[in-house]
């Protein structure tokens, strides 16, 4: 057995069942041994950003992680941004990145470069293998730190030879470290903290977000009367009809400032407290209120599923949430197609259990306003704001739950950066129906030129926001990588499109002319 057996194998045990992978020379035998041994299933992107995003979505909803395949430094840095918006989400992943074998890389050869500078930034764990005898146990080291509380990114940078020469075998798991214990007299003082009569918030992030957690904070809430609160942007939550509904901060600055002040507790619940997405002239970048106190009832490490379950019995909560979210799906649009027919065609025709990828921008907010009510799902967004996640996100969340509908709209700008993910959806024939918000334009850079304060920008700054001359051709695109797709031009023809993609299995695209 070599080093890439050994590894291969050690993952196997460990639990990894899906590789996505952008190879290259010095990986062959990495690809040689996901041949020969049973238990990985291969998937290549035909960009990193693809395999970085699709390891992304594969983790936010397996809980655990997908390997990449990634080139040496070059492959690895064009994975970047998704491994980017992978960390922001405490994705677990595993990076193998192939270098040059141990004595070639003296040579400076081409393709030699800092691979551990670019891996560094984005990962919690490290490790260069200097021996093949070395490999499997850095394996298994990795997929425990990837899994270790709360989730992140373990890259194992594979020197070719390391690869190729003999080794002992597969090595053991080893201890994953799991969510630390709050301590009770953290959830006294949180509890006694919402019983003294200030306006209080709770800002839950992480495991929270899913149903068990949203219907805590409801038991919470109605005994406190606390407001529940998420970030604009969450690895997943579980909403729609039957849900605890939380209050989303809203994206601009001052909408947030707007939104929370009021709040005299902050109570933090394995999230940070909210600042601003960007800095603007004159406006906060701080968004909790200057004389609330913030208050940590758990950290992203620690278990804040157990620990709102304590407070709940610390508040006297009752045993259910007094209010969940009754399903009312809007009436469909009809005319000219815009973002608000689309949002309310998604909404009324998304299944029971679909998961959405959700990088929509501008354009995308009507349909989260309309899926609040619809039926209930589980929603990713761009956690880290690097554009070009949701078309790859969706695709690994359609490897790891083969039996729900992933439904992702995007818009076209940022889909632009990802688009070969959609050969991916096709050839490994993943039941993803992808919605193009098709504004020919990036307009929330049109919002932020205005908002930053630039004035009178002419022909030359606007042509850098505008995406027309030439059009993009989304049905093109897709069917030019074996995804069957449709134009839809009114709210009608949309409609359609999209009721009876929901019926059809396997990949599919509309590109929404809005
Ligand atoms: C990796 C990366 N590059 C560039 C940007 C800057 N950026 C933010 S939004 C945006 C355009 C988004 O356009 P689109 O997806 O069409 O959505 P729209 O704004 O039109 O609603 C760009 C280029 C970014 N956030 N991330």
């Known amino acids: ?84 918006n992978a960390r922001r989400a405490a994705t677990p992943i595993i990076n193998v990145v192939g270098e040059h074998a141990t004595y070639h890389r003296q040579y400076d050869a081409p393709l030699a470069s800092d691979i551990a500078s670019v891996a560094r930034p984005n990962s919690v764990w490290m490790e260069t293998p200097e021996e093949a005898t070395e490999v499997a146990a850095a394996g298994a080291r990795a997929y425990a730190a990837s899994m270790s509380a709360p989730g992140g990114i373990a890259t194992l940078i594979l020197p070719a030879d390391t690869a190729w020469l003999d080794a002992d075998g597969a090595a053991d798991p080893v201890e994953i470290a799991g969510f630390s214990e709050v301590d009770g007299s953290t959830i006294d003082k949180v509890a006694a903290a919402l019983k003294n009569g200030k306006k209080s918030a709770i800002l839950l992030r992480g495991r929270t977000l899913l149903a068990d957690g949203l219907e805590l904070a409801g038991r919470i809430q109605a005994a406190t009367g606390a407001r529940i609160l998420c970030d604009t942007f969450t690895p997943r939550m579980q909403r729609g009809a039957g849900r605890v509904k939380i209050e989303r901060i809203p994206y601009f600055a001052e909408q947030a400032v707007e939104h929370i002040a009021e709040v005299e507790q902050l109570i933090l619940c394995g999230s940070q407290n909210p600042v601003a997405f960007f800095a603007y002239p004159g406006k906060e970048s701080w968004l909790t209120p200057p004389d609330a106190e913030t208050l940590v009832l758990a950290r992203p490490e620690e278990d804040s599923l157990a ?32 973002a608000d027919g689309v949002g309310r065609a998604i909404a009324h025709f ?56 992933v439904v ?42 205005m908002r930053v304060g630039a ?18 051709n989304w049905t093109q695109l897709a069917n030019g990588m074996g995804v069957e797709a449709v134009r839809c031009e009114t709210a009608e023809e949309f409609n359609d499109a999209f009721e009876s993609s929901m019926s059809r299995k396997g990949p599919f695209l509309i590109e929404a002319m809005i």
């Open 1 to 84: 057995m070599n080093g890439a057996e050994s590894l291969v194998q050690t993952f196997v045990k460990c639990g990894v069942e899906v590789c996505f992978s952008n190879p290259g020379t010095s990986e062959m035998h990495f690809v040689a041994a996901l041949d020969r041994i049973d238990g990985i299933r291969p998937v290549l992107g035909l960009f990193e950003g693809v395999v970085t995003g699709a390891a992304d979505g594969y983790g936010r909803m397996a809980g655990k992680p997908a390997a990449t395949l990634l080139h040496l430094g070059a492959g690895l840095g064009n994975g970047f941004a998704n491994l980017h």
């Open 307 to 338: 620990a709102l379950e304590a407070l709940a019995e610390a508040v006297g909560a009752p045993a259910q949430a007094p209010e969940h979210v009754a399903l009312a799906k809007p009436d469909l649009g009809s005319g000219t197609l815009d």
């Open 350 to 405: 998304l299944p029971d259990g679909a998961v959405v990828s959700d990088e929509g921008a501008t354009a995308g907010l009507f349909t989260n306003i309309y899926t609040e009510t619809a039926a209930p799902h589980d929603h990713m967004t761009l956690t880290g704001g690097a554009i070009g996640q949701g078309l790859p996100l969706a695709a690994g969340a359609a490897l790891a739950c083969p039996d729900q509908k």
């Open 408 to 449: 992702c709209f995007h818009g076209d700008g940022g889909a632009m950066y990802t688009l070969q993910a959609l050969w991916t959806m096709a050839r490994e024939k993943l039941d993803v129906v992808t919605v193009i918000l098709s504004n020919r334009s990036y307009a929330i850079l049109n919002i932020e030129l």
């Open 455 to 472: 004035e009178n920008p002419g022909p030359k700054a606007l042509s850098m926001l505008d995406l027309h001359n030439p059009e993009l």
